[in-house]
């Protein structure tokens, strides 16, 4: 069973920063299915990105993904109001991640 | 719309039984995967199990394994999952999702859960 471990588990930030948050699996996991999203307090997850740098519908182009094999990257080039929230990753339609909270600092 | 409508939480003591349903709507169901995720209160997403578009194969968590079982009626474009054997840390939110294989499984329609509570 593949780990998906994310840090750091809580970032603080102010608007208009830059956010990288890391995800790293337990082994190889291939790029096509690994994906992110964010959770807002009360709300569904919602899909960021897919293919681990693909955008999916919707998604502002301030979020990027990156990454292969057991190291994957989603930076935020310039933080919104409303991109404070949690958010997890995912492989293969399966296991999440422990998820990292964005907080205003 | 493209919409996902979870239905069938609620109040269950330990070792009983309950069935969610997901009712799909503005998309055609039976061309996706699709999946049950949960959230406990406070906790990080949980995948719960998946289904094949023709049912032909479907995966679960092991927590879920011989407990919980996922099925779905192209028919009525619905997506069920019986739960049997319940435990005190099944009590979560539930959220069935579709999970498009074009998408690496990445799930882009949540419907907006359905709350399942085990105890005494």
């Known amino acids: 069973e593949i780990v998906l471990t994310q840090s750091p588990g809580t970032l603080s930030l102010s608007p208009g920063e830059r956010a990288t948050l890391s995800c790293r699996a337990s082994q190889s996991v291939s790029s096509s299915y690994l994906a992110w999203y964010q959770q807002k307090p009360g709300q569904a997850p919602r899909l960021l990105i897919y293919?681990?740098?693909s955008r999916a519908t919707g998604i502002p182009d301030r979020f990027s993904g990156s990454g292969s094999g057991t190291d994957f990257t989603l930076t935020i080039s310039r933080l919104e109001p409303e991109d404070f929230a949690v958010y997890y990753c995912?492989?293969?339609?399966?296991?999440f991640g422990g998820g990292t909270k964005v907080e205003i600092k | 719309e493209v919409q996902l409508v979870e239905s069938g939480g609620g109040l269950v003591q330990p070792g009983g039984s309950l069935r969610l349903s997901c009712a799909a709507s503005g998309f055609t169901f039976s061309s996706y995967w699709m999946s049950w995720v949960r959230q406990a209160p406070g906790k990080g997403l949980e995948w719960v199990a998946n289904?094949?578009?023709?049912?032909?194969?479907?995966y679960y968590v092991d927590s879920a394994k011989g407990r919980f079982t996922i099925s779905r009626d192209n028919a009525k474009n619905s997506l069920y999952l019986q739960m049997n054997s319940l435990r005190v840390e099944d009590t979560a939110v539930y959220y069935c999702a579709r999970a498009p294989y074009t998408k690496g499984y990445g799930m882009d329609v949540w419907g907006q859960g359905t709350t399942v509570t085990v105890s005494s």
């Open positions: 293919g681990a740098s």
């Open positions: 289904i094949k578009q023709d049912e032909s194969e479907k």
């Open positions: 995912q492989q293969y339609g399966r296991t």
